[in-house]
Nanobody
Framework: QVRLVESGGGLVQAGGSLRLSCAGS????????MGWFRQAPGKEREFVTS????????VYADSVKGRFTISRDNAKNTVYVQMNSLKPEDTAVYYC?????????????????????WGQGTQVTVSS
């Protein structure tokens, strides 16, 4: 059974940093494109960042570019997102997701509908 578990969320002041982790079980991470999405109250879920299977290719939403960094450790079945210079508008529940992909190991994915497995989410709250 596939399970993704996020951790690292919390309350932080604007300008601060958090590092989210997503640990997987029942999957071989190297076979999956990984992504992070977020959903703020009253808003639709939105793409944040994605990383290719080999970790060499990444893509970011414009709203987080230059502030967030995604990385992965396939040996540990874990993906991370380092979030710096946090803003109140970053407040949301953050979800990690996995998409099985047998194509190029450099491919990333920003469409939520392409992801098969999702974690339960972790709350990030940024105070002003």
């Amino acid at each position: 059974q596939v399970r993704l578990v996020e951790s690292g969320g919390g309350l932080v002041q604007a300008g601060g940093s958090l590092r989210l982790s997503c640990a997987g079980s029942g999957v071989t991470y190297s076979n999956y494109i990984m992504g992070w999405f977020r959903q703020a109250p009253g808003k639709e879920r939105e793409f944040v960042t994605s990383i290719s299977r080999n970790g060499a290719s990444t893509v970011y939403a414009d709203s987080v570019k230059g502030r967030f960094t995604i990385s992965r450790d396939n040996a540990k079945n874990t993906v991370y997102v380092q979030m710096n210079s946090l803003k109140p508008e970053d407040t949301a529940v953050y979800y990690c997701a996995a998409r099985f992909y047998s194509g190029s190991s450099w491919y990333t994915e920003s469409e939520s509908r392409e992801y098969t497995y999702w974690g339960q989410g972790t709350q990030v709250t940024v105070s002003s």
